[in-house]
Every structure is written in structure tokens, then in C-alpha cells.
């Protein structure tokens, strides 16, 4: 057995878990970071062991983000070792892979910068597309078109600056968090069309399904061939119901004024259960909205993905912000460094600073930094090439919601030939799967892959050289 692994930049821990600021912390408590498929307490255990955490203090604790790079990397070199042990040939090449194409029995012919390799078994996990800017200022250094590392992006922003931040959301957060943390005194604007911040994660009752199930999904979409928002939304509310709940809408407009005093509801009454949905939403995300997204109509697809109200309430609610930055939040509003402004139309250079137009006015900044999550997500500009090889040799068919095609149950590619044995995982699988993103989502892909491999082996032994086969995965790029 042989497993191949193609990065050209510093493997396990890509843009999201680089080292940074120790401030920039994970948008999940540690219970909900293991990337052990089965073993929850397994990220607990690691931090444990080092001295990062009391055993038992897991179930609400954010951790910094760099921490559970740290985490990934040292686990990966561990399973590498142990396949190696086990006597698995790997191998880590630090080249981009630029193409594959079918090759004979062994299925898979894949080129990385003049090197030539064939595998049995291709998983493209390339990463998901950049930050995309929403305006063209690249050009200037006053301009941060990608906050990540805020440690080395945020450094030559002066303290006094009157700062920009394009965008409200988790970016808009850390960004905000980040330049706190430096020291910084100037004031900060928080510019987008809803001027809408996150929800904060709030404690809930330890949540098992009732209505809200992948059986019940399935039921549906049978009986009627395939699931409607109205039908998803039913089964939220019954859920709700069975808690104690009272069912409100399922993706209510965001909240743009007022921010300031939503901020205080929320952390004033942090066991408030009067929106019961927020919290079925945030839990059910891993465990049955894939199957939910599976079976809606290709309309409600389209309509969820091109509307940007229901995009913002999707993501606020399933991706609330950390208590512990939400109160940093609040104190920047209290104090009047840091507001949020909504109707954001655009923003240009002027002679000496950037003038942000809103739809009540013009305001000017020092500094904008990109905080804008691109509305459609999908193909790494470095993965097109692979991915365009792919598409050409009729191995893969891309997705309208910017993604490629995949098989529910195990993420298998889907072309116009049928090899079997390739995969995709991450935001690849953009439009496939809705939530593409998260550690506990991309924990159970894996897994299915993993399975689908393993399955596919031991069914077929006869077609690998000596009932094996040979891997390849691809990381981000």
C-alpha cells in the first residue's frame, strides 16, 4: 500500500489553522474539534496531555485557532509513522498537482510540475476558493485583501488609524478582536449591506433528534419525490415543539439595527430558549442537513444560495461567534470605537484615504480590510488546472453552485465515465453538499470516503496488485 501527498505550501494546517495571534480562536468548543471520525474527546485528550486544557472544561471552551493546527499537524505526522510502521510507502511532495487522466488498470494518471505518478485511488481536497475581493484596490497598501495571519496582515496598520472593515461577519469579528488585541486606538467601521453581526453561541439542552432525523428526511423526500423549504421548515418546528419550543420562521431577516442592544440580549440572558431553532439549527448542521439539502428541489437550491438575506441567516445561525469575542465586541460598540454600518454600495480611493459610499452617505478610512466571504465558494484558482483536467477527460462534472458533482453517501465524483476510485472533499464539493466547511462536516466525509475505499478494496481485491490498492490525496494547494 502507498498513499501520496501533494502540498506546495506548509501541510495539515492551510489558511484557516495557521499559526496566529492567540486571540484569532476557533469558532467551535474543543468537544466539537476532534478529527478522530468516532472519538470525540479526542482533541480534549491531546490538549490535556500538553497542558492546554483541565480535563472536563471542554464543553465551552475556544481554543485559539493556531492550537488546533498545531493539533492536526502533530496527529498527521502520527498516522504517517504508523503507516509507515505498518509498511505503507508515503510520501509527501511539495509540488501542486496540475492534472490527472484515466491510465489504463491502474485507473488514475496524475502530473505535478513534471513528475508523472499513477494511483488506484484519488481523493482532491485542493481547498476552497480565496478571499474573493469585492473591489478592485489591490493596488494600494492601505488595502488588506486578506486578513489571515492578522498577526503579519494587521502589523503595518497604524494604532491611530481610522480603520474599514469590509463585511460583519466572523472575518469582521476576528479582524476587529485582532486589532484590539495589537494596541489599536483608532476607530473601526464595520461596512456591509445588512450591518448585521453574528449570533452568539449559546448553551442549550443536550439535544437528541426527535422529528429532525435522516430517516424522516428520507420518508419525505420519498413520499414526495423530492423536499420543499416549507417541508424542511415543518420539521424544524416539530422538533422545536417536542423541546418545550414555540416555532418561528426558519430563516428570519438578519437584525442590521440595534446591534448594540441585541448584543446585550444575548449575553444578559445566555439561557434565553425562546429561539429553540437557532440552537437545533447550529446542532443539526452535521447530522441531517446534508440529507435535507440532498432532497430539496433544485429551485429551493438555487433560490437558498442565490438569496443573500437567507445565506446571512443561514450562516449566522449555524456559525454563531464565541461568547468570549462577542464580549469583546460589545465593549468596542460601548466605547464607541467600533460600529456597524449597513447599506454599503462601495468604496473608492481618494486623495489621500478610501471613501466608503453608504446608502445614507460618504465616510472615509485610513485602512480597508477585506472581510467579505465570496457568495460563491468552490475551485481554488491553483486547483483549476487539475480540476479542468479532470472535467476534459470526463471524470468529473462541475456544479452550477461552483463545486463539482459527488454521490451523497460517499463524495465519489461524478463524470461522464465512470472509473470509480475519485473523490473530492471540501469546498470542491461546493453545491453538492451545502455545508462544505467545519471540522466536524469535513471529520464525517472523510470518514465516508475512508469507508468507500476500504469497501471497494476488499469487494475487488482482485483488480490491485496483491488485494491492495495505491492512494493519492491532494491538500490544499
Same mark, same amino acid.
Given at each position: 500500500?502507498?498513499?501520496?501527498?501533494?502540498?506546495?505550501?506548509?501541510?495539515?494546517?492551510?489558511?484557516?489553522?495557521?499559526?496566529?495571534?492567540?486571540? #484569532?480562536?476557533?469558532?467551535?468548543?474543543?468537544?466539537?474539534?476532534?478529527?478522530?471520525?468516532?472519538?470525540?474527546?479526542?482533541?480534549?485528550?491531546?490538549?490535556?496531555?500538553?497542558?492546554?486544557?483541565?480535563?472536563?472544561?471542554?464543553?465551552?471552551?475556544?481554543?485559539?485557532?493556531?492550537?488546533?493546527?498545531?493539533?492536526?499537524?502533530?496527529?498527521?505526522?502520527?498516522?504517517?509513522?504508523?503507516?509507515?510502521?505498518?509498511?505503507?510507502?508515503?510520501?509527501?511532495?511539495?509540488?501542486?498537482?496540475?492534472?490527472?487522466?484515466?491510465?489504463?488498470?491502474?485507473?488514475?494518471?496524475?502530473?505535478?510540475?513534471?513528475?508523472? &505518478?499513477?494511483? &488506484?485511488?484519488?481523493?482532491?481536497?485542493?481547498?476552497?476558493?480565496?478571499?474573493?475581493?469585492?473591489?478592485?484596490? &489591490?493596488?494600494?497598501?492601505?488595502?488588506?485583501?486578506?486578513?489571515?495571519?492578522?498577526?503579519?496582515?494587521?502589523?503595518? #496598520?497604524?494604532?491611530?488609524?481610522?480603520?474599514?472593515?469590509?463585511?460583519?461577519?466572523?472575518?469582521?469579528?476576528?479582524?476587529?478582536?485582532?486589532?484590539?488585541?495589537?494596541?489599536?486606538?483608532?476607530?473601526?467601521?464595520?461596512?456591509?449591506?445588512?450591518?448585521?453581526?453574528?449570533?452568539?453561541?449559546?448553551?442549550?439542552?443536550?439535544?437528541?433528534?426527535?422529528?429532525?432525523?435522516?430517516?424522516?428526511?428520507?420518508?419525505?423526500?420519498?413520499?414526495?419525490?423530492?423536499?420543499?423549504?416549507?417541508?424542511?421548515?415543518?420539521?424544524?418546528?416539530?422538533?422545536?415543539?417536542?423541546?418545550?419550543?414555540?416555532?418561528?420562521?426558519?430563516?428570519?431577516?438578519?437584525?442590521?439595527?440595534?446591534?448594540?442592544?441585541?448584543?446585550?440580549?444575548?449575553?444578559?440572558?445566555?439561557?434565553?430558549?425562546?429561539?429553540?431553532?437557532?440552537?437545533?439549527?447550529?446542532?443539526?448542521?452535521?447530522?441531517?442537513?446534508?440529507?435535507?439539502?440532498?432532497?430539496?428541489?433544485?429551485?429551493?437550491?438555487?433560490?437558498?444560495?442565490?438569496?443573500?438575506?437567507?445565506?446571512?441567516?443561514?450562516?449566522?445561525?449555524?456559525?454563531?461567534?464565541?461568547?468570549?469575542?462577542?464580549?469583546? #465586541?460589545?465593549?468596542?460598540?460601548?466605547?464607541?470605537?467600533?460600529?456597524?454600518?449597513?447599506?454599503?454600495?462601495?468604496?473608492?480611493?481618494?486623495?489621500?484615504?478610501?471613501?466608503?459610499?453608504?446608502?445614507?452617505?460618504?465616510?472615509?478610512?485610513?485602512?480597508?480590510?477585506?472581510?467579505?466571504?465570496?457568495?460563491?465558494?468552490?475551485?481554488?484558482?491553483?486547483?483549476?488546472?487539475?480540476?479542468?483536467?479532470?472535467?476534459?477527460?470526463?471524470?468529473?462534472?462541475?456544479?452550477?453552485?461552483?463545486?463539482?458533482?459527488?454521490?451523497?453517501?460517499?463524495?465519489?465524483?461524478?463524470?461522464?465515465?465512470?472509473?470509480?476510485?475519485?473523490?473530492?472533499?471540501? &469546498?470542491?464539493?461546493?453545491?453538492?453538499?451545502?455545508?462544505?466547511?467545519?471540522?466536524?462536516?469535513?471529520?464525517?466525509?472523510?470518514?465516508?470516503?475512508?469507508?468507500?475505499?476500504?469497501?471497494?478494496?476488499?469487494?475487488?481485491?482482485?483488480?490491485?496488485?496483491?488485494?491492495?490498492?495505491?492512494?493519492?490525496?491532494?491538500?490544499?494547494?
Amino acid at each position: 500500500m502507498s498513499l501520496t501527498l501533494y502540498d506546495d505550501a506548509k501541510p495539515w494546517q492551510g489558511r484557516v489553522f495557521q499559526a496566529d495571534s492567540p486571540c #484569532i480562536i476557533a469558532n467551535a468548543p474543543v468537544d466539537a474539534m476532534s478529527v478522530r471520525h468516532g472519538d470525540s474527546a479526542h482533541a480534549e485528550r491531546w490538549l490535556v496531555e500538553r497542558g492546554h486544557l483541565e480535563p472536563g472544561k471542554s464543553h465551552d471552551l475556544f481554543l485559539p485557532r493556531g492550537l488546533y493546527g498545531d493539533y492536526m499537524a502533530e496527529h498527521a505526522g502520527e498516522l504517517l509513522q504508523s503507516l509507515r510502521r505498518r509498511g505503507w510507502r508515503v510520501e509527501l511532495v511539495e509540488q501542486r498537482a496540475s492534472s490527472i487522466e484515466p491510465k489504463g488498470p491502474l485507473r488514475y494518471a496524475v502530473e505535478a510540475e513534471g513528475r508523472r &505518478d499513477e494511483f &488506484d485511488f484519488v481523493i482532491l481536497c485542493a481547498g476552497g476558493s480565496v478571499r474573493g475581493g469585492p473591489v478592485d484596490l &489591490d493596488r494600494y497598501d492601505e488595502y488588506i485583501a486578506d486578513p489571515y495571519p492578522t498577526f503579519e496582515r494587521l502589523a503595518g #496598520i497604524p494604532s491611530d488609524a481610522a480603520v474599514g472593515v469590509m463585511g460583519s461577519g466572523l472575518t469582521a469579528v476576528d479582524v476587529a478582536v485582532a486589532l484590539k488585541e495589537r494596541g489599536h486606538s483608532g476607530r473601526i467601521r464595520m461596512y456591509s449591506r445588512s450591518g448585521a453581526l453574528p449570533l452568539v453561541r449559546r448553551p442549550g439542552p443536550a439535544w437528541k433528534p426527535k422529528h429532525l432525523t435522516a430517516g424522516q428526511v428520507s420518508e419525505l423526500a420519498s413520499s414526495k419525490g423530492f423536499l420543499r423549504l416549507a417541508d424542511a421548515e415543518q420539521l424544524v418546528g416539530q422538533e422545536v415543539q417536542a423541546w418545550g419550543g414555540q416555532p418561528r420562521e426558519l430563516f428570519p431577516p438578519a437584525r442590521a439595527a440595534g446591534a448594540r442592544a441585541w448584543l446585550h440580549r444575548q449575553l444578559e440572558n445566555p439561557h434565553d430558549h425562546t429561539d429553540l431553532e437557532t440552537f437545533i439549527f447550529q446542532k443539526s448542521v452535521p447530522a441531517v442537513w446534508q440529507e435535507i439539502w440532498f432532497a430539496l428541489s433544485p429551485g429551493d437550491q438555487r433560490r437558498i444560495l442565490e438569496t443573500p438575506s437567507v445565506m446571512r441567516s443561514i450562516m449566522s445561525r449555524c456559525c454563531p461567534m464565541p461568547r468570549t469575542n462577542a464580549e469583546k #465586541i460589545l465593549a468596542m460598540l460601548d466605547s464607541g470605537q467600533l460600529e456597524t454600518k449597513s447599506g454599503l454600495k462601495s468604496i473608492s480611493r481618494g486623495l489621500k484615504t478610501f471613501e466608503v459610499h453608504l446608502a445614507t452617505g460618504a465616510e472615509q478610512a485610513d485602512y480597508i480590510v477585506n472581510a467579505v466571504t465570496p457568495p460563491v465558494y468552490g475551485i481554488h484558482p491553483k486547483a483549476e488546472p487539475l480540476v479542468d483536467s479532470a472535467v476534459q477527460h470526463g471524470l468529473a462534472r462541475r456544479h452550477h453552485a461552483g463545486g463539482l458533482k459527488v454521490t451523497a453517501t460517499s463524495s465519489a465524483i461524478l463524470g461522464s465515465r465512470s472509473l470509480g476510485g475519485l473523490y473530492a472533499l471540501g &469546498d470542491l464539493t461546493r453545491g453538492a453538499f451545502f455545508f462544505t466547511f467545519g471540522l466536524p462536516v469535513l471529520v464525517r466525509r472523510s470518514a465516508d470516503i475512508a469507508r468507500a475505499i476500504h469497501d471497494d478494496i476488499h469487494q475487488n481485491s482482485g483488480r490491485y496488485r496483491d488485494g491492495a490498492g495505491r492512494a493519492s490525496g491532494f491538500r490544499s494547494l
